[in-house]
């Protein structure tokens, strides 16, 4: 079974701490994305990678950026954390034209 | 631009009644369409998915879904639910490229009354 793990089920930070969300799978896929959901808002894309070192933004990358130094493993960072990235955030990978496989998720609280 | 729409925000029914969640979506080829559901407080676990071929689809949990090219829709269904089926459910359609992106839509919350 694939599994997507994300290194964190809650987290709470305060505003201006850098924060750092972990996810790592272990089906060699060779994309990941990272996703905030909000109630009524759905599911929005924030970044994803297509290949290692290789990223593109998705619908709200403002105030994120990602990284991903090994094909396992995609971050996502908040620079300097605020109240309105107080949501649930998912992580999924896929291999190409495929279903997503996602991740628990990890749901910020930003103080 | 691709977009996928669930017309209905909230559905409650009764545990034994059949259900139908809607999907309609706008893509120029063939879609790749995909049903997931969300338990409170969990990920994303796919249902079912539609790439080619048959256009009724079997997925887990006693789901299916039917492609209708023609009404560009891919509704869920499911003969008899089952309170453990109250959660929300995403319909989704693939990008069109090899990177695996999808559009979701804004979730169906099923409500299952006892």
């Known amino acids: 079974d694939v599994k997507v793990t994300q290194s964190s089920r809650y987290l709470v930070k305060r505003t201006g701490e850098k924060v750092f969300l972990e996810c790592v799978q272990d089906m060699d896929h060779e994309n990941m994305f990272w996703y905030r959901q909000d109630p009524g808002l759905g599911l929005r894309l924030i970044y994803f990678s297509y290949d290692v070192k290789m990223k593109e933004k998705g619908d709200i990358p403002e105030g994120y950026s990602v990284s991903r130094e090994k094909k396992e493993r995609f971050s996502l960072i908040l620079e300097s954390a605020s109240t309105n990235q107080t949501s649930m955030y998912l992580c999924a990978s896929s291999p190409q034209r495929n279903e997503q496989f996602f991740g628990p998720g990890t749901r910020l609280t930003v103080l | ?114």
């Open chain 2, 1 to 114: 631009a691709q977009s996928v729409t669930q017309p209905d925000i909230h559905i409650t029914v009764s545990e034994g009644a059949s259900l139908e969640l809607r999907c309609n979506y706008s893509y120029g080829a063939t879609p790749y369409l995909f049903w997931y559901v969300q338990s409170p407080g969990q990920g994303l676990q796919l249902l079912l998915k539609y790439f080619s071929g048959d256009t009724l689809v079997q997925g887990i949990k006693g789901f299916e879904a039917e492609f209708k090219r023609s009404q560009s829709s891919f509704n869920l269904r499911k003969p008899s639910v089952h309170w453990s089926d109250a959660a929300e459910y995403f319909c989704a359609v693939g990008a069109g490229s090899n990177t695996g992106k999808l559009i979701f839509g804004q979730g169906t919350t099923l409500q299952v009354k006892p």
